[in-house]
């Protein structure tokens, strides 16, 4: 079970970069509909440390590469979990896709504000920038934490990963709904070695949250053919 506050392990000028960043989000949400989680203490604890219950996966997988560690987000909207685990890995390169114009806008403001040289924000739909030479399978890590099916997400997020990277989302209770699916989708798109991983925030009752990290292991090529036009990954799920 993980289960512990990432953020007060933060250093002194982290801790300075999450509060600008909370203080950015809560301005800027007035006028941009962000986030429906507007209180400082609440962003704090339902985005950034949820957005941080990766590190742990991260930095262990870190320990296993000789190079400076990639890292993709697909849709992820006000920068999470994309811009927490940039101001917490300052020494990974960061890409943050997202296709709505005003989160890509405000991603951009905290990346200046916060100074922010490890990010990269591209306003993009994922199943269209995978194809391209520079994005696919070059990452070492892909993670999404949106509302999306496993098999959905999978297919979005997968084709960025290199062979030994990992994917990561952030899933609820309904992963136990998606699983069968999910399971099928990833073998097909080259992944193996799939982990539930059960974590609660600071606070919460660890038998009750429901949440769950999914880890898979890209171990082949992922199928030139996918992802598929976002209508065909809608209406007709992976692995169903």
């Known amino acids: 079970m993980l289960q512990k506050s990432f953020l007060q392990e933060m250093t002194q000028v982290q801790k300075e970069q999450f509060d600008e960043f909370a203080r950015l989000l809560q301005?800027?949400?007035?006028?941009?509909?962000l986030t429906r989680i507007t209180e400082i203490e609440e962003i704090r604890q339902r985005h950034f440390e949820d957005s941080l219950v990766a590190l742990q996966i991260l930095r262990e997988y870190q320990t296993t590469l000789k190079h400076s560690p990639t890292l993709i987000d697909v849709g992820s909207g006000g920068g999470f979990p994309a811009l927490a685990l940039a101001i917490a890995l300052p020494n990974w390169?960061?890409?943050?896709?997202?296709?709505?114009?005003?989160?890509?806008?405000?991603?951009?403001?905290?990346?200046?504000?916060?100074?922010?040289?490890?990010?990269?924000v591209v306003q993009a739909r994922a199943e269209e920038v995978s194809g391209e030479f520079d994005f696919r399978e070059t990452f070492d890590v892909a993670t999404n934490r949106a509302v999306g099916a496993l098999s959905m997400v999978a297919e979005l997020c997968v084709p960025f990963v290199r062979k030994g990277g990992l994917f990561i989302t952030w899933k609820g209770p309904r992963l136990s709904q998606e699983i069968d699916s999910g399971k099928k989708a990833l073998n097909i798109l080259g992944c193996d070695n799939i982990e539930q991983l059960p974590y609660a925030l600071c606070?919460?009752?660890?038998?009750?949250?429901?949440?769950r990290l999914l880890k898979a292991t890209k171990r082949s090529?992922?199928?030139?053919?996918?992802?598929?036009a976002?209508?065909?990954?809608?209406?007709?799920?992976?692995?169903?």
């Open 221 to 228: 090529h992922t199928p030139g053919e996918y992802p598929r």
């Open 230 to 240: 976002f209508k065909d990954i809608k209406s007709n799920p992976l692995g169903q």
């Open 27 to 33: 301005e800027e949400n007035k006028r941009l509909n």
């Open 203 to 211: 606070g919460e009752d660890a038998s009750q949250s429901g949440y």
């Open 93 to 120: 390169s960061v890409t943050s896709v997202e296709a709505t114009g005003k989160k890509v806008a405000f991603q951009n403001l905290v990346v200046k504000e916060l100074a922010l040289s490890n990010v990269e």
